[in-house]
């Protein structure tokens, strides 16, 4: 095959030992690749009722398709395990190299099981693959590691690893690739569980398009459309969060104080229209991106100064910012900047600290038991010093290190009703209350609440997209097959590796030439669907045998009860009997049961076992 090795290695890490598998044109056919490899080693590897941090829960990484080629935005890589922070098969995707570099040592796809004896690292050096002891690295930062492997190893290889969070079995740890993140759903525990600390990979091999003339040609004609559309400038002067501004006022679906306002009154200086021209160095982008949405962000001077990160994107724009009602962009700055060093996920850390402030706020939490003021009105202050005791499972950040979900039951007194989550997972930076097939796509997302397993926040911001005109945001109705197509839509970026800020480029029919130029293999629209299809009801099968079932999908009680009080949106709710026609809705379109499984001839219809 062309694009492929047709190798999958796996590693068992308690006996050091690896091994090879190899598949042929039927598995591509089946799963494509990133995404699709991922999940396919999870649901096949991880036995039913494993829990997420025993050694027996596989922990997978694939390259997309596209990752070592030159498709504009094509290089994206899916890591995979069983969530500790939400019980179900989550993946997270990135924009760093490792999975490219994966792909060059000769394998399209990493399965890891067991647990090391002792802290160790694994190194791919092409054929060569051994397990490492880290005793040196554990405790180290997310920037600290891989300087430290390089020195040792050289500097041309590419490293993935995990911060103190990880260690410590944080659940929303995430796993750090020079400067980018498989963020959500806790993954970075995962490896904390397995005593890996890193994953080093040196790969030297080739990967061969089947038309190398026609997909250059391509990729310069994508890169040219790129370039002359209209948000290319925005995004690459200001980054994700430009549209933050029209998100709040224009929209009013900008979840604030831990969801109790649609609106952000204090906004403007975490605007990046505000910041961007002030703090940004220069721009960054994902590896193989030519639209470099990504920010080198320093701080000069003042209490944060020092301060250098990546970002800020937009969600974190709301996470430490809006949704703890922080005004500073450099307070969000530096609590940006520790979550990537300690290797949190910043919209789980950030909803969190949102929610324990409104505890402190109701009096449920006092100031004594949380151990500062923990309050909205001194976010600049507390939050930074909140996310480093959570990093560490220090103080009431050990409460916190679990999420929303673990810390409202350990808290009781009623804290439940603002714990603001999805089947565990707190939610992006969308208030659902004011888009109503978003907070559908936030029930189905298999991972928990997530703006990205279906993208349904743009469709309905802006009114239309692809097959669909005059989209109501307001309105429930046909939500349910809309949502599922968008949901297969998304598994076939992810399996390709392509960035989410190209879909209103590179739709579904046009990703056919694309992949024949790289693979030879010819997909009609229908087909890749139908992959994505396939790869949902994988994870939705996954989920449902592990317990997870539609009590877990329900939205938070706010969203079904209390209104967006002001703004644009202002009186906006979804309520029971929305949600619940929604949801049947969903499972109709879905073909599965009310309850949240996909019924056995579904799974036959899709060749799942």
């Not at 994953?199 to 790129?226: F, H, T």
């Amino acid at each position: 095959m062309k694009a492929y090795h047709g190798r999958i290695l796996k590693v068992d890490l308690t006996t050091g030992k690896s091994s090879v598998k190899t598949f042929d044109e039927k598995y591509v056919r089946s799963y494509l690749g990133g995404q699709g490899f991922a999940v396919e080693l999870v649901y096949h590897g991880t036995p039913e009722g494993t829990d997420a941090l025993a050694p027996e829960s596989v922990l997978a990484m694939a390259g997309g398709l596209f990752a070592g080629f030159p498709v504009p935005t094509g290089g994206k890589t899916a890591f995979a395990a069983k969530s500790p922070q939400t019980g179900t098969l989550a993946e997270s995707i990135m924009g760093g190299v490792i999975g490219a570099e994966l792909r060059h040592a000769g394998y399209d796809a990493l399965e890891i099981v067991g647990r090391a004896e002792k802290p160790s690292y694994l190194f791919i050096n092409d054929d060569t693959v051994e397990v490492e002891d880290a005793s040196e690295l554990w405790g180290k930062s997310t920037r600290d590691v891989p300087k430290m492997l390089k020195k040792d190893l050289g500097w041309d290889v590419k490293v993935a690893c995990i911060g103190v969070a990880g260690e410590r079995l944080v659940r929303f740890a995430c796993i750090d690739c020079e400067e980018r993140q498989a963020g959500r759903a806790g993954l970075g525990a995962v490896m904390g569980s397995k005593n890996l600390k890193a994953i080093a990979i040196r790969g030297a091999k080739d990967l061969e398009p089947a038309d190398p003339g026609a997909l250059l040609e391509i990729a310069l004609r994508y890169q040219k459309i790129m370039e002359d559309a209209p948000s290319f400038k925005e995004d690459t002067v200001y980054g994700t969060g430009e549209f933050l501004g029209w998100i709040n006022k224009e929209k009013g679906v900008f979840p604030t104080r831990n969801w109790q306002q649609g609106v952000f009154e204090e906004r403007e200086e975490i605007d990046p229209y505000h910041w961007a021209t002030r703090y940004v160095s220069k721009n960054k982008a994902c590896f193989s991106c030519t639209k470099p949405c990504g920010k080198l962000f320093e701080v000069k001077d003042g209490e944060f100064a020092g301060v250098a990160i990546d970002g800020l994107e937009y969600e974190t724009l709301y996470s430490l910012g809006g949704a703890c009602g922080n005004r500073s962009i450099e307070a969000a700055a530096k609590g940006n900047e520790i979550c990537d060093v300690l290797g949190m996920d910043t919209i789980s850390a950030g909803v969190t600290i949102g929610f324990a402030m409104e505890l402190v706020q109701r009096g449920i939490v006092t100031e004594q038991e949380a151990g500062m003021k923990l309050t909205f009105d001194n976010a600049e202050e507390a939050m930074p010093r909140m996310l480093e005791l959570m990093g560490r499972r220090e103080g009431f950040g050990d409460v916190l290190a679990d999420g929303v979900r673990c810390a409202a039951e350990r808290i009781g007194k009623g804290a439940g009703r603002y714990a603001i989550h999805t089947k565990g997972m707190e939610p992006p930076a969308y208030d659902v209350r004011g888009m109503k097939g978003h907070g559908l796509a936030y029930m189905t997302s298999t991972r928990g609440a997530c703006h990205l397993r279906a993208g349904f926040y743009a469709p309905e911001l802006v009114g239309k997209f692809w097959r669909w005109e005059g989209i109501d945001r307001q309105s429930p109705e046909g939500k349910g097959a809309m949502v599922a197509t968008m949901e297969d839509f998304m598994c076939v970026y992810d399996s390709v590796g392509l960035c989410k800020f190209s879909r209103g480029f590179f739709l579904i029919e046009k990703l056919c030439e694309v992949i024949e130029a790289t693979t030879g293999l010819e997909f009609t629209e229908d087909e890749l669907l139908r992959i994505g299809e396939r790869i949902h009801n994988m994870k939705g099968h996954f989920n449902h045998r592990e317990g997870v079932t539609r009590k877990d999908w329900l939205l938070p009680v706010r969203i079904r009860e209390e209104p967006i009080p002001e703004g644009p949106s202002k009186g906006s709710l979804i309520t029971n009997e929305q949600m619940n026609s929604m949801l049947d809705d969903y499972m109709r379109a879905r073909g599965w049961t009310d309850d949240g499984e996909p019924k056995a001839e579904k799974l036959r219809e899709l060749g799942i076992s």
